[in-house]
Structures are given as structure tokens and as C-alpha cells.
């Protein structure tokens, strides 16, 4: 089957770096994307790993090992508005795109 | 610029009366189309998806059904709704061939 596993929560405080896991058992997807939803609100698309290796946007950077069906983010410099779901992402051939079952994170001052 | 109007926001409907909700797609052509569910506190559950007119990829069986009758539009329906499709309904489009995916703002159906 097709899935993709993450932590349920997470808790950080203001300032701090937090990881955000997503380990999956499926293959032949094109790469791994991150989003964003803030609650009652639309996801939004933070980042995307095509390559196996480390992509940085600002406070965020994304990780991405194939080998080791394994992908995080990061949020370094955790700010209060950084409270919200995070999930990972995986494209497929044909065009479906399915999402983990996401990662409640709480940045506490 | 590309925009996606999803409606209505809100809906309240009695078990087993039936069910459209709408999604439209402007500034855009050939995208490939969603239709997720979320249960409160829980994940996006990918329900159909269509990469063309009158194509459509369904993952969960169950009483719904979609629909794409023009290039820019995505419809979801039911014929007679339980009580398990309350939830929050998220239409998305993506380019082809693109994983970056834009989400319109939901509809929170409530079945009562």
C-alpha cells in the first residue's frame, strides 16, 4: 500500500528548531512535499524535495533520503504563528498526490 | 494569476438528502484535479482526483461521486447522505506534471 507516517504532535517553544518526520512504504513517486494548515483554513505548500539532500526557504528547510524512505522539516526560529498542521506529501504518476496523516505542532512561549 | 472558488463554506444537510459541492479553477488550463476530506484533527483523505475532462481516479469507495464536466471544473455528489460525510471538503489543483498543489478554502458539511 501507499503511506505515509508522522508524528501525531509536537511541542516546541518560541525560538527554538523543531523536526518534523515522514517516513513512508510506498515507491515510484516523484518527490516530497511539505504543508502547511493553519486550523479551520487551506493547506498551503511550503517546500519540495525532487533529490535526495536538504532544501532550505527561509526558516524552513526540507529533507529528502530515498534509501532510507525517510524525509523532515524544519523549522528553525520558532515564532507562535508557526502553531498549525503540518503534512508531508507524495506525487505520483497519473497525477494522484496523497498526504500523510499530518503533525499538530504547538510552539509555546 | 490563478484563482480556485470553492462553495458554499458552510452546509448543514439531513441524512439522505443528496449533495453538490462546486469547484472552479480561473487563470489556468489542463490542471489536474482533487477532491480530499478531512475529519476533524486528521489527515487529508484523497477522495477522487481527474487529470481531464471526463476523467476521474476514484480511491475510497463510498457514496460519493465526482464529476468534471468542463476543463476548469471539479464537482463532488452524493445521491443520499449518512452521517459519516460530515466533514471538512477541500478541493486542490495542481499544473501537470507539478507536486506544488493550491487548495480552496473547504467546505465544512455537517450531516444531521
Known amino acids: 500500500g501507499q503511506s505515509l507516517e508522522q508524528p501525531s504532535e509536537v511541542t516546541a517553544v518560541e525560538g527554538a528548531i523543531v523536526q518534523i518526520n515522514c517516513t513512508y512504504q510506498?515507491?515510484?513517486?516523484?518527490?516530497l512535499s511539505w504543508y502547511q494548515q493553519h486550523d479551520g483554513g487551506a493547506p498551503t505548500f511550503l517546500s519540495y524535495?525532487?533529490?535526495?539532500g536538504l532544501e532550505e526557504t527561509g526558516r524552513f528547510s526540507s529533507f529528502l533520503s530515498r534509501s532510507d524512505s525517510y524525509g523532515y522539516l524544519l523549522l528553525q526560529e520558532l515564532q507562535m504563528k508557526d502553531s498549525a498542521s503540518y503534512f508531508c506529501a507524495v506525487r505520483f504518476q497519473g497525477g494522484k498526490l496523497i498526504f500523510g496523516q499530518g503533525t499538530e505542532l504547538s510552539v509555546k512561549p | 494569476s490563478q484563482t480556485i472558488h470553492q462553495w458554499p463554506a458552510t452546509l448543514v444537510q439531513p441524512v439522505g438528502s443528496p449533495l453538490s459541492l462546486e469547484c472552479t479553477v480561473e487563470g489556468t488550463s489542463n490542471p489536474n484535479l482533487y477532491w480530499y476530506r478531512q475529519a476533524a484533527g486528521r489527515g487529508l483523505q484523497l477522495l477522487f482526483y481527474?487529470?481531464?475532462?471526463?476523467?476521474i481516479s476514484s480511491e475510497v469507495p463510498q457514496n460519493l461521486s465526482a464529476s468534471r464536466p468542463q476543463d476548469r471544473q471539479f464537482i463532488l455528489s452524493s445521491k443520499k447522505l449518512l452521517l459519516s460525510d460530515s466533514g471538512f471538503y477541500l478541493c486542490?489543483?495542481?499544473?501537470?506534471?507539478?507536486?506544488?498543489?493550491?487548495f480552496g478554502q473547504g467546505t465544512r458539511l455537517t450531516v444531521v
Open positions: 510506498t515507491s515510484g513517486f516523484y518527490g
Open positions: 481527474s487529470v481531464g475532462i471526463g476523467q
Open positions: 524535495n525532487a533529490l535526495d
Open positions: 486542490a489543483w495542481a499544473y501537470r506534471g507539478r507536486d506544488e498543489a493550491f
